[in-house]
């Protein structure tokens, strides 16, 4: 319940009467009507006769009254007449238009969990609810807020996922129709989770998760690009990669939006500055498509490519080839080549300790090696010092550009090396 809605005596029928009170006064005050007086008495009537129900469901017909009033409720004055009736603390308090809308829609959604006496009630009182909330931009963050504690309040069981998931697909609407989807970006780690927990059909669920999955890399895509909310989330680039991916490995047909989204993985790839390792992405079914389909495609793939293998002078000679492509892309080629060195570097200190300094120069065709370096350790790609003294590059951990079959065999190697050890330094204890 909101802070203005007394509770204090666990009789909620003292609730719904201060709540009648409130819808009362604005029927009373609107404006926009031609017989105030006569919505006021018809009101009244209305609500005295579901609160002296003797039926079961009298709740339910305070629900629909009250909800009803959403719009009286909603253009009520800023300064209105209503006060609170009584209150230990409260009493004659006159609570701002803020306070009185979040004390009605937490009515609302108290009302709708206690009414429902079936699984389509709750779909039809839950579906009221989401519109009316949903219904306009006015005081959105108050939206927002009470949309979540609507998707909240619904139980989380195979029978009602449908609501759920129109619940929450309304909250993703609502918070990308006003720019508030910095406001449930904390929630998205949990989505997926929520999703499996509706134990949806397998078809009906992977189409749900790839709705999710692009609406929510759109948007943190936005978030990105807007340099005040970027800074409230400033990996958002990388996580909008990450649920393009996601998208990705849920679709299965080629189509403009799919295209799109493979497109934009790869533009990302070349201008996020800490995205290094794409050798998954290049396995996507999807791209494999678009490839065969496609010779733009198959271009961005070979660009793709450059990341598992390629060197700078591959770069060279792919940029030479496709300036084009580069331009209509919009692709930074100094941040490109900046990362192919990196790259190159890291190819160069596999499975090496230590890698002279000279020869680093010389692979990478430049003696101002320090800040590609820096630029690979701020990243984690490869981890090391530099050691002035003897002129080389301590490695002490780097990126694996590739992991194919040798890469396997090596890593089984090791594996099997380190479980002898172990059963080496128990026979050792048991002597």
Known sequence: MSKIVHVGTGNHNEDILQMANLIATAVGENEASEDRKQDLETFKSQFTEAINSESPNWTLKIFKLFIDEAEVVMKSKEKSAFTILKNDTDTGKKPTKTE?????FAMLIFLMSTSARS???LQ???GKLVSVLSSSSEYAELRLRHLMMCYNTVPKTQKTSAISKATLFAILKYAEENGLFLDIVSYLDFMEDWVSGWQLPAEENRETLKELYYIVSQELGKISQNSAAATKFPN???KSFAWLRKYLDQETELNDRSLAVIESCVIKVCTIPSLYQVEGFLDTALLQKAR????RFEKLAGLLQLFVKGSIQDLENYYTANKALFEELKIDIELLRGKLRVLTLCTLCEGRREVPLAEIEKTLGTTNIENDIINASHHNVLTGKIDELRQILTVESV??????QPQWQKLDGWMVNWLDRIDSLQGLQAA
Do not use: D, H, M, V
């Open 100 to 104: 009185r809308l979040e004390a009605y």
């Open 119 to 121: 699984i389509e009630n």
């Open 124 to 126: 039809e009182l839950a």
């Open 236 to 238: 958002a680039q990388e």
């Open 292 to 295: 065969a389909a496609n010779n």
């Open 399 to 404: 990126l694996q550009r590739s992991f194919q």
